[in-house]
């Protein structure tokens, strides 16, 4: 192959990229769905622009170290010390919710379309996984809750390694007629080696940015990235197709140590990855042949619109019994299960060796596996959004300074609330305590403007201040007010000395004094009992702001709602006026109810007015 050609496809690709990424952001799409249909445009089957075949070999080993790369990146932001809660449900995903789609898959495949059991069973191998590159950006774009968001990257992270696993179990058991003890031994194998290779190179990687001084941020991203293409090769070079579970295992060792320069891995990875993802999509996406797609109309079709609708559900919910996932969350988690670059690479390479050995249903698989990347991508990327409004999983960003009794406690409440919270504090003490509660924590100065930064504050949608310090307290306020732009109500602070107040009342920052607070509700409640007896619903009530957006509860009287029991609704503004609530007051669309509540009754309120 001409190398000016080869350095042709590279720059285009590139500039590609660029483009789908800008569409991505304006679209609000995966970046996916873009580098999809701008492939299948400069391939032979539209303007023969780009031909992948001439790479030959050169295309597997460009795709093989791509996806080890992207795998790596997934599982290094992965901190399995901060997922306590959801290690359970994610195992079960990646375990009984692969078997279960792989049987499942296979079996469907089989009846649908006119193929060998063993031509199914690699097909069901390779749509067991859910593509991390397309998961992974999409959680964070549309800022699902931390539980889910997580479970579902893990997930996409693992699911990928099984899924090569097995697919390259079916394709042994397809070329050399694997059974019985056999098979179980060459599946036990790849696991011990991938998980061994991984585990001795993630102690490698700690040790050597361990070491001292000299290791700068550039040493230290060289280092990496030569780490993760050796971990691959020797991976592979010990059990074919077991170097992208060595890559995951690597990259989630890494994650979750605390090694220095891993922010800066994290920044490198990230712009690396998009470069890698979009070559090899584009190039694969290049090789798809519009016969095949045809070859399986619209038989292909349904099984793979059977995958969505039955098969993912029913594996998610078998996999998540007795977990303590909500409904709606596992409804959520079920629509999100788009294949993305792992299927894709594999299924090509797969069909290849096939076609090289004269047996049949090569182009079928790769037609069939591309057409579920087509459906499951352009689904989920288009509808995840509406979703998950649909299904409300999408909670606000709260970000704590301070993991004292006060930071602690607030954080119990809104994570209970259902909301995304970050903790940052800069005991080791305190943030091992809060981990333990299943709590996101950030180790650190809350001072320093990359702590904030590593926390999330660039999309939070509050801050709030609730050190024992005052100084720190106004400190991280200002910054949030200053550098990171969030406005006045977004901002909340802690006030330990009542002589300080003013400071933060002369920079527009709510804040509250406990002090204070506790001598005037104590002051009112000298002589005026009731006034706040109402108030007093003990460490499980709630007072809530709800918006009424439902459209069956607009025009009803109060009295005419059928509310929870130990509830009750206190006020109720309407643009600029407030009305105490009566039976008699009407509700009307957009109004904005002050509720107050035992246990879980305000928030079942909140569901019925803005359902």
Same mark, same amino acid.
Request: glycine fraction near 8%.
């Given at each position: 192959?001409?190398?000016?050609?080869?350095?042709?496809?590279?720059?285009?690709? *590139?500039?590609?990229?660029?483009?789908?990424?800008?569409?991505?952001?304006?679209?609000?799409?995966?970046?996916? $769905?873009?580098?999809?249909?701008?492939?299948?445009?400069?391939?032979?089957?539209?303007?023969?622009?780009?031909?992948?075949?001439?790479?030959?070999?050169?295309?597997?080993?460009?795709?093989?170290? +791509?996806? =080890?790369?992207?795998?790596?990146?997934?599982?290094?932001?992965?901190?399995?010390?901060?997922?306590?809660?959801?290690?359970?449900?994610?195992?079960?995903?990646?375990?009984?919710?692969?078997?279960?789609?792989?049987?499942?898959?296979?079996?469907?495949?089989?009846?649908?379309?006119?193929?060998?059991?063993?031509?199914?069973? @690699?097909?069901?191998?390779?749509? =067991?996984?859910?593509?991390?590159?397309?998961?992974?950006?999409?959680?964070?774009?549309?800022?699902?809750?931390?539980?889910?968001?997580?479970?579902?990257?893990?997930?996409?992270?693992?699911?990928?390694?099984?899924?090569?696993?097995?697919?390259?179990?079916?394709?042994?058991?397809?070329?050399?007629?694997?059974?019985?003890?056999?098979?179980?031994?060459?599946?036990?194998?790849? *696991?011990?080696?991938? +998980?061994?290779?991984?585990?001795?190179?993630?102690?490698? @990687?700690?040790?050597?940015?361990?070491?001292?001084?000299?290791?700068?941020?550039?040493?230290?991203?060289?280092?990496?990235?030569?780490?993760?293409?050796?971990?691959?090769?020797?991976?592979?070079?010990?059990?074919?197709?077991?170097?992208?579970?060595?890559?995951? #295992?690597?990259?989630?060792?890494?994650?979750? &140590?605390?090694?220095?320069?891993?922010?800066?891995?994290?920044?490198?990875?990230?712009?690396?990855?998009?470069?890698?993802?979009?070559?090899?999509?584009?190039?694969?996406?290049?090789?798809?042949?519009?016969?095949?797609?045809?070859?399986?109309?619209?038989?292909?079709?349904?099984?793979?619109?059977?995958?969505?609708?039955?098969?993912?559900?029913?594996?998610?919910?078998?996999?998540?019994?007795?977990?303590?996932?909500?409904?709606?969350?596992? @409804?959520? $988690?079920?629509?999100?299960?788009?294949?993305?670059?792992?299927?894709?690479?594999?299924?090509?390479?797969?069909?290849?060796? @096939? !076609?090289?050995?004269?047996?049949? /249903?090569?182009?079928?698989?790769?037609?069939?596996?591309?057409?579920?990347?087509?459906?499951?991508?352009?689904?989920?990327?288009?509808?995840?959004?509406?979703?998950?409004?649909?299904?409300? #999983? $999408?909670?606000?960003?709260?970000?704590?300074?301070?993991?004292?009794?006060?930071?602690?406690?607030?954080?119990?409440?809104?994570?209970?609330?259902? !909301?995304?919270?970050?903790?940052?504090?800069? +005991?080791?003490?305190?943030?091992?305590?809060?981990?333990?509660?299943?709590?996101?924590?950030?180790?650190?100065?809350?001072?320093?403007?990359?702590?904030?930064?590593?926390?999330?504050?660039?999309?939070?949608?509050?801050?709030?201040?609730?050190?024992?310090?005052?100084?720190?307290?106004?400190?991280? &306020?200002?910054? =949030?007010?200053?550098?990171?732009?969030?406005?006045?109500?977004?901002?909340?602070?802690?006030?330990?000395? %009542?002589?300080?107040?003013?400071?933060?009342?002369?920079? +527009?920052?709510?804040?509250?004094?406990?002090?204070?607070?506790?001598?005037?509700?104590?002051?009112?409640?000298?002589?005026?009992?009731?006034?706040?007896?109402?108030?007093?619903?003990?460490?499980?009530?709630?007072?809530?702001?709800?918006?009424?957006?439902?459209?069956? $509860?607009?025009?009803?009287?109060?009295?005419?709602?059928?509310?929870?029991?130990?509830?009750?609704?206190?006020?109720?503004?309407?643009?600029?006026?407030?009305?105490?609530?009566?039976?008699?007051?009407?509700?009307?669309?957009?109004?904005? %109810?002050?509720?107050?509540?035992? /246990?879980? &009754?305000?928030?079942?309120?909140?569901?019925?007015?803005?359902?």
């Amino acid at each position: 192959m001409d190398s000016i050609y080869f350095l042709e496809v590279i720059v285009s690709v *590139l500039f590609m990229s660029m483009l789908a990424q800008a569409l991505s952001k304006r679209f609000q799409v995966p970046v996916i $769905i873009f580098l999809l249909i701008e492939g299948v445009l400069i391939g032979p089957e539209v303007l023969n622009f780009i031909d992948p075949a001439t790479f030959g070999d050169g295309l597997t080993a460009i795709v093989s170290l +791509s996806v =080890a790369v992207i795998v790596f990146d997934g599982g290094l932001h992965i901190d399995i010390k901060s997922i306590r809660p959801i290690r359970k449900d994610a195992l079960k995903l990646t375990t009984i919710g692969v078997l279960i789609t792989f049987l499942s898959a296979t079996l469907i495949t089989y009846l649908f379309l006119d193929v060998s059991i063993k031509i199914a069973a @690699l097909f069901g191998a390779l749509v =067991a996984a859910t593509g991390p590159t397309v998961i992974t950006p999409l959680v964070r774009n549309i800022h699902v809750n931390h539980k889910v968001g997580k479970i579902l990257e893990i997930e996409g992270v693992f699911n990928d390694a099984a899924s090569v696993i097995i697919a390259a179990f079916a394709f042994e058991w397809i070329v050399s007629q694997l059974y019985g003890f056999d098979a179980f031994l060459f599946i036990l194998q790849r *696991l011990i080696i991938g +998980s061994i290779v991984g585990f001795i190179s993630g102690y490698v @990687l700690k040790s050597f940015l361990s070491s001292g001084s000299l290791v700068t941020d550039q040493t230290a991203r060289f280092f990496t990235l030569t780490l993760v293409m050796s971990t691959y090769v020797v991976s592979e070079l010990l059990g074919n197709e077991s170097g992208i579970l060595a890559a995951a #295992v690597f990259g989630i060792v890494t994650g979750t &140590s605390n090694i220095p320069h891993k922010q800066v891995l994290k920044e490198f990875k990230s712009d690396l990855v998009m470069m890698m993802l979009s070559l090899i999509f584009i190039l694969l996406a290049a090789m798809l042949k519009f016969e095949d797609i045809v070859a399986i109309w619209p038989k292909g079709v349904i099984v793979v619109l059977l995958l969505i609708f039955l098969v993912r559900p029913m594996a998610v919910f078998v996999s998540t019994v007795n977990s303590h996932l909500k409904t709606k969350e596992k @409804l959520f $988690i079920s629509f999100i299960g788009p294949r993305g670059v792992v299927p894709a690479s594999i299924a090509t390479y797969f069909a290849v060796k @096939l !076609e090289a050995l004269n047996i049949f /249903g090569g182009q079928m698989l790769v037609g069939l596996v591309f057409l579920t990347v087509i459906i499951t991508v352009i689904m989920t990327g288009t509808l995840a959004r509406r979703i998950a409004n649909l299904l409300g #999983v $999408i909670p606000m960003e709260i970000l704590i300074i301070g993991g004292g009794e006060v930071g602690k406690i607030l954080a119990e409440r809104f994570e209970k609330r259902g !909301e995304n919270v970050v903790v940052v504090d800069n +005991s080791e003490e305190r943030c091992q305590r809060l981990l333990k509660q299943g709590i996101r924590v950030v180790h650190g100065d809350a001072e320093d403007i990359n702590v904030l930064k590593d926390a999330g504050i660039e999309k939070a949608k509050y801050v709030v201040a609730t050190t024992d310090k005052d100084n720190t307290n106004l400190l991280v &306020s200002q910054i =949030a007010k200053s550098k990171f732009n969030l406005n006045e109500e977004q901002i909340v602070a802690r006030v330990n000395s %009542v002589e300080n107040l003013h400071a933060f009342w002369d920079l +527009s920052i709510r804040s509250m004094s406990p002090q204070m607070t506790t001598a005037l509700v104590l002051d009112n409640m000298v002589g005026k009992p009731s006034m706040f007896s109402m108030c007093e619903v003990g460490d499980e009530g709630e007072i809530l702001e709800v918006r009424v957006t439902n459209p069956d $509860i607009a025009g009803k009287a109060i009295k005419d709602l059928s509310l929870p029991e130990n509830s009750l609704l206190l006020m109720i503004r309407r643009g600029e006026k407030s009305f105490i609530a009566n039976g008699n007051l009407v509700l009307e669309y957009d109004d904005l %109810v002050t509720v107050i509540g035992e /246990g879980d &009754s305000a928030r079942e309120i909140a569901d019925i007015l803005n359902r």
